[in-house]
DNA sequence: CTGAAAGCGCTTACAG
DNA sequence: CTGAAAGCGCTTACAG
């Protein structure tokens, strides 16, 4: 229990407004008076109670809206949960969070979902982007016209006045999967990329990140693809029955995206899984069956929560203790996990 | 903003003190208005602010206390860095965590601190404990006599009474390092076990957990060791040095505990520092240095922040809102990691 | 068994 | 510029 307000009146001989006002430099009071006070409160090692603070702000109701794109796929379903969890830790602190889910990725659903935010009064927002000028232009809009401050995750705009940006440094993923194939070929030997879909920046950034520190680190290793399997199975098996055939020395193969069902059918049907290094992505799906049966060796992975929790919960910070983010770029953890580190549960 | 106990009372024609009766469960209420206000409580979705609970609780003054073994090593003082964080999150929320750190490792000083915490009135302790017989009758004392629940954390004792344990699952981490070991090596040939003490549990259960699982999955590799270093360098140097001596065609090096710079120090020696496939374990001391330079190709880690924060703030939800922990063994992520994901700062 | 009132620590109109 | 008072949502003696 520390020193309260009414302490630190009582012994400045001023009422709990006049001490409120010195402390929280709200202006209307005597420079000298709010002087004194504050060194008071300093000796008397004041630290302001958050419960009173909260409690007694709760009426402003901070509204935090959160927009998600492809809100059906298992990642964003995941990220939902830790959107969630800092939706009840903001509501049980007397705020309020707006979840609106564009099940597919939509530059116009995308707008007007912002602008359904400001019509509800939100005063700051939390958004997967799309990497369009439109939605650009809007983001700027907000932030420097209507003063609502817009987080990114998951994915990132440049050049827009977004606050800072959540999620996976993709090209550094690229360069872990890099690391890990390395060893598992003995550096050297055929190994092919499958990646989703070319316009992606994060799944581009994966397959450059891991085709450049190859290159460098690995000369001896012979690159081959990417190619693209559009995250689905029928596709991804194909192109791997065909790189199988090709290719029957293949040694290892770089999976940015989902697929892994294809592949691996594709390798069992050749007699070639786990004698093939695969090395996938994200922690969904079959992805851990897999890895326990010994198909796929590693799986490189984000924390989908971490990416729906921190985002709210640095506006939340931002708006109700004024606190910056400590940076721009929030890049979450990078997990590598081999069948002995999958989790419980 | 949502519904609040005023509005209950006035849709239940109560006071406000009854409807706390009913939805608390506090007795002195005629079952059938306590069984009418739940209803109607659930009917209006009634979920109790937090903020409200915490500050007219916060008379009460929830007091937590955390006693620490061997604070003086680089883990301890990352560990401490979660207590912290809980500390400053229980405080903010009205409560108390005392904190007291025990400098080697001391029977007789564990089950002091062990008093003076219930002197000073804890309401329940988190701590690491030691396992001997005297501090396994303390902590059952504790539970049982006086009703202060303890919980362990980044080691545990069996057959006691402790609420649960927190940390790492040290029999698994040895696994996934087997599982990093078979793949480097290609599944064969020598590889050295080095650990820090054979009468550390923790250790053991890495060593066992290795060498089971390299006898089981890569019947071609052969195990030599464990030794023991203590923890030391220049004897962990000795050690690698004479095992480079004896097996030229040594392939790899699994280091359970400290001594990395000895090891690595001696590899280099011989001009075989990054050519002896090495796993290390924790991300302290030298250990992120040398998987940038190449000597370490993998480490296994710990989240110490989280052993420090968890165990506090499962203590906080207990006594605040009666919340259970989720099970006895809460066992904490095991980290891997090469090169390319280290974590920045 | 039930209600009215005070209080937790802070903020915020409203007077003066 | 300053103070007195009401209020945020909940809990808790104290009466009855």
């Known amino acids: 229990m520390g020193v309260t307000i009414r302490q630190i009146a009582e012994a400045a001989g001023v009422s709990r407004g006049t001490v409120d006002r010195a402390l929280n430099n709200r202006g209307r009071i005597r420079p000298e008076v709010a002087e ?23 009426k ?4 935090i809206g959160v927009i ?8 964003m379903h995941e990220l939902l949960k830790g959107v969630e969890a800092a939706r009840e830790e903001v509501d049980s602190l007397g705020g309020t969070v707006l979840v609106y889910k564009i099940p597919h990725i939509s530059q116009s659903d995308t707008i007007s979902a912002m602008e359904l935010m400001r019509e509800e009064g939100v005063s700051a927002i939390a958004m997967v982007p799309i990497d369009e000028e439109k939605v650009k232009e809007r983001i700027n809009l907000f932030v420097e016209e209507y003063h609502i401050p817009v987080i990114t995750f998951n994915s990132d705009v440049k050049d827009t006045k977004r606050l800072c940006f959540v999620g996976q440094n993709a090209l550094q993923c690229g360069r872990a999967a890099a690391g890990l194939m390395g060893e598992l070929v003995g550096g050297k030997g055929k190994v092919a990329v499958i990646s989703g879909y070319s316009t992606n920046t994060s799944l581009s950034n994966r397959v450059l990140g891991f085709q450049t520190e190859v290159e460098k680190r690995y000369p001896r290793i012979q690159l081959l693809g990417p190619e693209y399997c559009y995250e689905e199975n029928p596709r991804a098996e194909k192109i791997t ?19 892994e069902e294809g ?17 996938a992505n994200d922690f969904m799906g079959k992805n851990y069956e897999l890895l326990r049966e010994g198909s796929i060796h590693f799986l490189i992975g984000q924390d989908a929560r971490i990416q729906g929790y921190e985002p709210v919960m640095i506006l939340f910070r931002l708006l109700f203790n004024g606190e910056e983010p ?8 990078i997990y590598i996990r081999n069948e002995y580190t999958i989790p419980e549960v």
Not at 60 to 63: E, M, Q, V, Y
Not at 69 to 75: G, I, K, L, V
Not at 264 to 277: E, F, H, N, P, V
């Open 36 to 58: 004194r006070i504050r060194k008071i409160a300093k000796e008397m090692g004041y630290r302001p109670n958050q419960l009173g603070r909260a409690l007694s702000m709760s």
């Open 60 to 63: 402003n109701n901070i509204k």
């Open 68 to 75: 998600l794109q492809s809100a059906e796929t298992p990642f």
């Open 241 to 259: 029955e065909k790189l199988l055939e090709q290719y029957p020395d293949l040694k290892g193969i770089y999976l940015t995206s989902h697929g």
């Open 263 to 279: 592949v691996c059918s594709a390798m069992r049907k050749y007699g070639k899984a786990g004698k093939i290094k695969m090395i």
């Open 326 to 333: 400590e940076r721009e770029l929030q890049y979450t953890e």
